[in-house]
Each structure stands twice: as structure tokens, then as C-alpha cells.
């Protein structure tokens, strides 16, 4: 592993969320296009992007995609109104508003104690319980035992002669009427035997073997050999392995190809690899497998799972069948034949015993709503079924050996949103690889967070601070008649100059007659309406400064298709040139939504100004 990267034990980059984000919602998080994932109130919920269609409503939506139960409908319905507080009535949508729909994934669909004793059935029209239960093989005799069964696990069915099409129901299998059985038990002779590590054991007679560049491996018979032993070694045997090893030990046996890369991986995703010392492998009929794990070194993953790798093809076959039916949870990961590091890894990841190893470049990881960062990797991983409720997802991802300051920024970004990112490179000239650290000179600390107040002269004067505009408050104005036929004495709110011309700022207060003086002697009144947005006001400012802007969707600001990352905003861009120079920025976005402390560190990062309206 290169000096400098950044880890600590077995992670890498992901350090752990920073103290700020745990105070605050992390951006969304999608899976794919139509599926994101939102951590709230310390818990893991994922939704469905949803454009709704003629005639639907909530219910009729969640019903046509998943059986639904009624014991479900409160939660859901609590879930939906969370996530989307626009929608007034549920049972109301409009045709193409885009709503998320909870996913059935965050909540558990049979009760517990009913796992495998019963089976969800949506009841269509024709339906009745007498049917279905003679369907599924219930017989007459027991059919008036199941149908209380039916009342007994559906709190909704009170009349077992009434059921409502479109509904979902539980009913009965035959396992909910049987007793439990206790598990057998297994004697010591039918078990595994356990394996040794790194044991003394004295010289035995090792078998040729062909290749004298591959490492040995070696089935040791008992001190006492029986007919059932499965390899009983002879002194011309051994002569021969004595010879073969004088010659081998003349020829220099060549490193693996990316040993180190697959050593750096594994310690990323916090796994072990066992590669020194001496593997025994016992055998139950007598005798026991010898492996030499600077040869064949073990991948030991934290879900149970062995993955034995034999780098050049060099175990026999008969080895290979004899570890992998004894010992169910190893895995021999033959690497032979392949010099590609990305065949190599793949090898070793569809061993792992993971509940998920995908590709993740045509269906990348989507980060946040309205800032979006698309972040493809060669890997997406989910260690357990339960790592996506979690919120466990590492990407193993190929960078350059020295990564872009923009992609170096996504990729701390995703870490600091929880996002666990092991970026490698390789040197194919030297067959190996290594994970790339990434420096973080972006400072500790995130952007101040700038934001448009709600309304009022509040907003006026975060406008005109931003801007650089000077203002007065309480300034007293002399305003005269025609021939100074009289003098008035105003003292308004807020004045202030801009492109040339001078502005009064009005909440409300002036009369009518006061405006038409005030513009008579100069001034242009600038109207501060208490129930006008924050965000109009500053968009007046604006236009009134002369610093001209647009609305943009989905604008690419970073990246692209071949830079391994790209990251879009939806706002207001400000597109005067001279502007964005004096400002030494790349855009200046407002953006209309709360920003998050990563994302605005990551826009820093880009030579991005956000500001929230």
C-alpha cells in the first residue's frame, strides 16, 4: 500500500461520517434512477420515484405494485405524507405529478412467528376462503380449523364468508399447525474437522509436482495408514519429490499477479487475508491437506466465508473437490489463465459469500436530488441482505493513479455522506495494483452556509450584502416641491445605489402621494411586500445590479461520460462572465432547497458558489 493513504485499521477513506452531517439529513441516496434511499430520524427508508398516471391514487398505486395488508396502511400512509408533504389528499393526485412512494422493502411483510406458516394471497373478484384453502390442499375435514386460522392471522377478516377484492390477506399453510421439532443433534464424527493454522509438524514426503514455478500443495497420510487413507506415500516417491525440489529451488518463482491490489482490497471492505504460516485442512477418513499459505493464501470474510486462492491453477483437482465438499463454507478461487486485474477481483468477489457484488457502471449510485452526484463504480457490494436498509454500501471503484481534483472531491464527498469508496489503480506493466489515497485540501471546516432569509428587508439586505451594494439605514432624505415650493423631510428603511441609479426601499409603509414624491425627486422605490418571497426579492436584486441569470436542469458542472463521476445541479445560474470573474468562482447557482455541509464542501471543492433560496 503507498505512503499517504488515507486509513485507519482496516477503512479506507470512509472515516466516518464528520460530526456536522450526523446533525443533519443526509442527501439522498439512490440505487438506481428510480430508487433512493433517505436516512430520517435515525432510520433507513427507501422510496420509488412515481409519476402518477390518469385516475390513480395512492392505494391504487401501492396496490397494483406490491399485495398490500392492512395492518400496513397506517405506517405506509405516515411514510407517504412524510416524504411527500405537498400532496394534500392522498386519494387525490394530479396526472403527472412526481411523488415517492415508500418502498415495501423497509417494512416487514409476514408477522414475526408467522415466517414459512403462512402465505400473502391478493383476493380477486370470485374469491372466497373455502376455495382458496382447497386449492392449496386443505381438506374438508380441516377446512373449519383453517378458516378460524384465517381470523385468528388477519386482524381485517371478521366473516370468513366475507372477503373484499383487492385486499390482501394471510392464509394458513400446513406448517402452521405443526410442532416444532428439535434439530438432530451431529456427533463429533460427522462434523467438519477443525482447521489448524501455522502448527509444528514434522518433514513428510511432498509429491512432484509438474510445474516447477507453481507451489506445492500436499494430502499427508496418517502415521499409521489405513486402506481408507487417501494418499499413502512410498520412499521412491519421496526420492523423486527431493529431487524435484533441488531443481525448483534454482528457479525463481514469480509473484503472482496483483497479490497486493487483491491484499489492499480486502483489508478495505475489512476482511482478512491469511498469508503466512502453514494450512491443515484435517480430513475426516484420516490424513490431512498441507498448504502452504504464502502459496495458496486464504481470503477469510467476516460472514463465515473461505475463499482459498490458487493463483496459477496449480491444485489438483482432486485437492480442490476434497476442501470444497469437506469443508462446506470454503471456496478455491483458481486464478489461472487471467493477468486482467479486473477478472482477478471479480473472481474473488462472486466467492465472498456476499448477499450482493453487482456491476455498478451502467446502473451507477445517484447522490442527492436537485444536487445530484453520479458516482460509477466497477463493484457495488452489500455485504447482507440488511445493508441496504442500513445504508452498507461500498463501491470498489478503478481511478487514475493520481485522480483529478474534481474526482478526488466526489470521492471525499462520498465518504463524508457515508458512502464507503475503495478507489484503486493499476500498473499493468508491472501486474499490480494499489488503493489511491486521496488528500484532502479542502480544510476541515464546511462553507458558511448562505441562504436567502424568507422575506422582508431581511432578505433585501442579504441581497445587497452579497452583491457588495452599500446601504443606509434611517437615512434622512430631503425631498422638495416644484421650485422648492416646499421641503419634506423622509426617513425610509433602506436606501441604497446600484447601476447608476439611487433606491428607496418600501415594506408597505408609504402612501401612495409619499411613492410619487419619493420618484419625483430622483429615487426609485423598491417594494419589499411582507408576503413576497425571499427568493423574488433577490431575483429582483439581481436584475436590477444588472447580473444577469437562468434557470437550469440537471446542469453538468464536473465531469462526464469517460471521467468516472459527474455531478448536475437544477437552479438559478447567475451567466454574466464579469460577475462570475470578480467573484473568482466557475458558477454561482441558487439553488432552492436546504444544501447539506458535504455538498456545499464539494462545491467549494468545484469552484462552485451555492446559495439556498
Do not use: C
Not at 382 to 391: D, H, N, Q, V
Amino acid at each position: 500500500m503507498r505512503p499517504g493513504f488515507l486509513a485507519v485499521g482496516a477503512t479506507v477513506l470512509l472515516l466516518g461520517v464528520a460530526a456536522p452531517a450526523q446533525e443533519e439529513e443526509r442527501p439522498k441516496i439512490f440505487l438506481e434512477k428510480k430508487i433512493f434511499a433517505d436516512t430520517s430520524e435515525g432510520k433507513k427508508n427507501f422510496y420509488e420515484v412515481h409519476t402518477v398516471m390518469e385516475g390513480e391514487s395512492f392505494w391504487r398505486i401501492l396496490n397494483r405494485k406490491n399485495p398490500v395488508f392492512p395492518a400496513e396502511y397506517a405506517s405506509l400512509l405516515r411514510e407517504f405524507k412524510r416524504a411527500n408533504p405537498a400532496v394534500a389528499d392522498p386519494g387525490k393526485l394530479k396526472p403527472g405529478q412526481e411523488i415517492l412512494l415508500p418502498s415495501l422493502a423497509s417494512f416487514p411483510r409476514i408477522p414475526p412467528g408467522l415466517e414459512g406458516k403462512a402465505a400473502a394471497h391478493r383476493v380477486v373478484k370470485g374469491d372466497n376462503l373455502t376455495k382458496l384453502l382447497k386449492r392449496q390442499g386443505v381438506s374438508r375435514g380441516d377446512l373449519p380449523r383453517y378458516l378460524e386460522a384465517v381470523k385468528e392471522i388477519n386482524e381485517s377478516v371478521r366473516d370468513v364468508d366475507r372477503i373484499f377484492a383487492g385486499t390482501t390477506i394471510l392464509l394458513p399453510t400446513a406448517a402452521y399447525y405443526e410442532q416444532p421439532q428439535e434439530a438432530p443433534s451431529v456427533t463429533a464424527s460427522e462434523e467438519a474437522p477443525a482447521v489448524a493454522l501455522s502448527r509444528d509438524v514434522p518433514p513428510e514426503p511432498v509429491p512432484a509436482v509438474a510445474d516447477s514455478a507453481k507451489p506445492e500443495a500436499q494430502i499427508r497420510a496418517p502415521s499409521a495408514p489405513q486402506a481408507s487413507a487417501p494418499v499413502m506415500q512410498t520412499s521412491k516417491e519421496h526420492a523423486k519429490t527431493e529431487r524435484a525440489k533441488k531443481e525448483e529451488a534454482a528457479l525463481p518463482v514469480p509473484r503472482p499477479p496483483y497479490r497486493g491490489l487483491l491484499t489492499d482490497i480486502l483489508a478495505g471492505l475489512g476482511e482478512k487475508l491469511a498469508d503466512r504460516g502453514t494450512l491443515y485442512l484435517p480430513v475426516p477418513s484420516g490424513g490431512e491437506v498441507i498448504l502452504n499459505l504464502e502459496d495458496f493464501p486464504v481470503a477469510r470474510f467476516t460472514n463465515g466465508t473461505q475463499a482459498l486462492i490458487d493463483f496459477r491453477g496449480s491444485l489438483p483437482q482432486n485437492i480442490r473437490s476434497l476442501i470444497t465438499e469437506t469443508w462446506k463454507n470454503y471456496r478455491v478461487v483458481s486464478l489461472e489463465g487471467t493477468r486482467d486485474a479486473g477478472e482477478i477481483l471479480h473472481r474473488l468477489l462472486q466467492a465472498s459469500g456476499y448477499h450482493s457484488v453487482k456491476g455498478g457502471i451502467s446502473r451507477p449510485l445517484v447522490i442527492g436530488v436537485g444536487v445530484s452526484v453520479t458516482l460509477p463504480a466497477d463493484w457495488v457490494v452489500l455485504r447482507t441482505p440488511r445493508s441496504l436498509l442500513s445504508g452498507e454500501v461500498i463501491l470498489i471503484k478503478e481511478v487514475p493513479e493520481k485522480p483529478s481534483g474534481d474526482l478526488g472531491a466526489v470521492l471525499l464527498y462520498a465518504d463524508r455522506v457515508g458512502i464507503r469508496v475503495l478507489p484503486f489503480a493499476i500498473d499493468p506493466s508491472a501486474l499490480e495494483g494499489f488503493l489511491v489515497g486521496i488528500d484532502d485540501t479542502t480544510g476541515a471546516d464546511a462553507p458558511q452556509r448562505m441562504a436567502v432569509p424568507p422575506g422582508g428587508l431581511a432578505a433585501l439586505d442579504f441581497a445587497l450584502d452579497y452583491m457588495g451594494i452599500p446601504k443606509k439605514e434611517g437615512e434622512r432624505l430631503k425631498i422638495g416641491g416644484k421650485a422648492d415650493a416646499f421641503q419634506l423631510i423622509v426617513q425610509p428603511e433602506r436606501t441604497f445605489e446600484t447601476g447608476g441609479r439611487r433606491y428607496v426601499a418600501d415594506t408597505g409603509k408609504m402612501s401612495p402621494a409619499l411613492r410619487t414624491l419619493v420618484r419625483d425627486s430622483g429615487f426609485t422605490v423598491f417594494p419589499v411586500p411582507k408576503d413576497e418571497p425571499g427568493r423574488e426579492i433577490f431575483r429582483r436584486m439581481l436584475k436590477e445590479a444588472g447580473i444577469s441569470s437562468e434557470t437550469r436542469r440537471d446542469f453538468l458542472i464536473s465531469g462526464g461520460e469517460k471521467e468516472g463521476h459527474s455531478v448536475r445541479v437544477t437552479g438559478e445560474f447567475v451567466t454574466s462572465k464579469e460577475w462570475l470573474e470578480n467573484r473568482k468562482v466557475r458558477e454561482v447557482v441558487f439553488f432552492g432547497g436546504r444544501v447539506h455541509s458535504a455538498t456545499r464542501t464539494l462545491m467549494r471543492a468545484l469552484g462552485v458558489e451555492i446559495i439556498e433560496w
